[in-house]
């Protein structure tokens, strides 16, 4: 049974910074990329971040270029979010999210993710 769980959210002030992990189990975790995506109330589901199999390619949304760096570590079958600078915007439900695909495939639509988080909550007060 695959599990992804996400741990580190919490409720901020802007500028502060926070770290998001993602724990997976039940999966060959190299054999999958790794995405953070996020869902604000009564908005779409979007890409935050997405992480190549073996963390050589990333991509970001235009809107944390910057100030989110994503990361993973396949030995511990884990997955990061560093949050830097959060801004009221910033505030939403935060998913890790599993893709199995080949190396340098970075897919963004979460159509194409195979297995979801619970999510953790983030919220920046300004």
């Known amino acids: 049974q695959v599990k992804l769980v996400e741990s580190g959210g919490g409720h901020v002030q802007a500028g502060d910074s926070l770290r998001l992990s993602c724990a997976a189990s039940g999966l060959t975790f190299s054999y999958y990329s790794m995405g953070w995506f996020r869902q604000a109330p009564g908005k779409e589901r979007e890409l935050v971040a997405v992480i190549s199999r073996n963390g050589g390619w990333t991509e970001y949304a235009e809107s944390v270029k910057g100030r989110f760096t994503i990361s993973r570590d396949n030995g511990k079958k884990m997955v990061y979010l560093q949050m830097n600078t959060l801004q009221p915007e910033d505030t939403a439900l935060y998913y890790c999210?599993?893709?199995?695909?080949?190396?340098?495939?970075?897919?963004?639509?979460?159509?194409?993710?195979?297995?979801w988080g619970q999510g953790t909550q983030v919220s920046v007060s300004s």
């Open positions: 999210a599993a893709d199995r695909t080949i190396l340098t495939v970075l897919n963004t639509s979460p159509g194409d993710y195979d297995y």
